[in-house]
């Protein structure tokens, strides 16, 4: 059930105030008898990571890797992202970074008591919120789990996110473009090749892989809110745990969380060999950091694909807290 937070007069990083409102979904066990788990959603997606919708309810939920009979799963829609409706949408954009948005989410966690989370998890853009909370509240995350994503945006990031945004401001037909563009590069060439094969349609003549790219582009037209798209199309640009003033690898190094990066072979969005980097200048600093790699010919998206590849590089971190808490028999984690 989606719940609502009110975090009032949050000054955001433009120095301007204003309410926000937050929207949330808890999932398993309740607050306080449980560890806590954030799972934040990516560019379009929201609270709903687990259920009959979930989109990610193959690892999130009841005997999953994810095991919602152990876990306290919490999730938000990033405030700003229109799934809250009209309503939930910032028309000074410009004005919020990542940042901003990890600031709103540590005083949600406050207003909900959770001194402590057992993992911070997400992929693409939910995973670089990860890296901000973390960055913000370095003692905050036992594990912290950034998927195909990075704890800055690259140049080429940037690129992408500049022509998504003059198609946005341009387009006759804006989110439909932009999110048929975004798509040819949340994927990778040999995965459409593999799924269409140069096959046409008996109905329209066209390729199906434009019928396809219509499709999402209509998909997301449907749902999705102009000005929120926008907004997160901006939040992009401001992944940066640094805030420009320094490395982001030498912030990271007082993270304490056990670091668990994950990254795809061929992810064209946030490439391997950059999240390779980070754990190689931090890997001579912390111990405490790990990396995996996803096989895929599916790019970015490989992280909502690829389930038993992600469930067997996560099972080591969620497994043992599960059988630790089976042996307690669930008693209330305040109580001890």
């Not at 009959?52 to 994810?66: D, F, M, N, P, S």
Request: proline share 3%; with cysteine; hydrophobic share 40%.
């Amino acid at each position: 059930m989606l719940q609502e937070i009110l975090i009032p007069n949050f000054k955001n990083s433009a120095g301007n105030r204003q309410d926000v409102k937050v929207y949330y979904q808890v999932f398993g066990r309740k607050l306080g008898y449980g560890p806590v788990v954030l799972v934040n959603h990516a560019l379009t997606g929201n609270a709903e990571v687990s259920g009959e919708g979930g989109w990610w309810k193959e690892l999130v939920g009841e005997g999953r890797c994810i095991n919602t009979n152990i876990f306290t799963v919490l999730c938000l829609n990033i405030p700003g992202n229109g799934a809250g409706g009209k309503e939930d949408v910032f028309y000074n954009y410009k004005d919020f970074t990542l940042a901003d948005i990890a600031r709103i989410y540590a005083r949600v966690l406050a207003k909900l008591k959770i001194r402590s989370l057992f993992a911070a998890i997400g992929g693409s853009i939910g995973g670089a919120l990860g890296w901000q909370l973390a960055a913000l509240k370095p003692h905050l995350i036992k594990n912290l789990i950034p998927i195909a994503t990075d704890l800055k945006a690259t140049d080429w990031l940037l690129a992408h996110c500049k022509v998504q945004e003059q198609i946005l401001e341009n387009s006759a037909e804006p989110l439909r473009d932009a999110r048929m563009h975004a798509m040819t590069f949340y994927r990778h060439p040999l995965s459409l090749s593999e799924k269409f094969r140069r096959k046409k349609n008996s109905d329209n003549g066209r390729f199906e892989v434009e019928n396809w790219l219509e499709h999402h582009g209509r998909k997301l037209e449907s749902r999705f809110e102009l000005q929120a798209y926008k907004f997160m199309n901006h939040l992009l640009t401001t992944i940066d745990i640094s805030g420009c003033v320094a490395e982001a690898s030498v912030v990271a190094t007082d993270i304490e969380s056990n670091i668990h990066l994950v990254s795809i072979d061929s992810d064209l969005f946030f490439f391997p060999q950059e999240i390779r980097e980070t754990y190689r200048q931090l890997s001579e600093v912390k111990e405490n950091i790990n990396y995996s790699e996803i096989i895929s010919i599916h790019g970015h998206d490989a992280f909502l694909i690829e389930f038993e590849q992600l469930e067997n590089i996560l099972n080591p971190i969620f497994k043992f807290e599960t059988i630790k808490h089976e042996k307690d028999k669930l008693s209330p984690v305040w109580d001890r």
